[in-house]
C-alpha cells in the first residue's frame, strides 16, 4: 500500500495564505482518495477536503468549503491543500489520509493509510 507524508506547515500570522502538500510513493497512488483531515488541541479530527479520480471528484466540508482548495498532481503523485485567510481556530495538525478504490468518506476511521501530519500554527 501507498505511503503519504506531509509537509508546508509552519507558523504563520492571520489571513495569510498557505499551502500543504502530500505526497504519496510505493503504491498505486491514483488508486486512492486522498483526503485531509485536521486536528485541533483537545478536539476531535476533522474532514476538511478530499480528491479522487485524478481530481474527477473533489468534496469538502460544509463549513469549511470557502477556505480550502484541494488538487492534485498525478505526475508528482501529490495532493495540495490550499489554506486562505487563515485564522488562529485554524491551528492544528493537518493530516493527509487514503481511502482505496478512489472512495470518499468523511469519517477518519475508514480511511487505509495515514501520514504523520504538519503543524499549522496561526498567530494574530
Known amino acids: 500500500q501507498i505511503q503519504l507524508g506531509e509537509s508546508g506547515g509552519g507558523l504563520v500570522q492571520a489571513g495569510d495564505s498557505l499551502t500543504l502538500s502530500c505526497a504519496g510513493s510505493?503504491?498505486?497512488?491514483?488508486?486512492?482518495?486522498i483526503h485531509w483531515f485536521r486536528q485541533a488541541p483537545g478536539k476531535e479530527r476533522e474532514f476538511v477536503a478530499a480528491?479522487?479520480?485524478?481530481?474527477?471528484?473533489?468534496q469538502y466540508s460544509n463549513s469549511l468549503r470557502d477556505q480550502f482548495t484541494i488538487s492534485i498532481d498525478n505526475a508528482k503523485n501529490t495532493v495540495y491543500l490550499q489554506i486562505h485567510s487563515l485564522k488562529p481556530e485554524d491551528t492544528a495538525r493537518y493530516y493527509c489520509?487514503?481511502?482505496?478504490?478512489?472512495?470518499?468518506?468523511?469519517?477518519?476511521?475508514?480511511?487505509?493509510?495515514w501520514g504523520k501530519g504538519t503543524l499549522v500554527t496561526v498567530s494574530l
Open positions: 510505493g503504491g498505486t497512488f491514483n488508486t486512492y482518495a
Open positions: 480528491i479522487a479520480r485524478d481530481g474527477g471528484i473533489t
Open positions: 489520509a487514503g481511502r482505496m478504490n478512489s472512495e470518499i468518506s468523511t469519517m477518519p476511521q475508514r480511511m487505509r493509510v
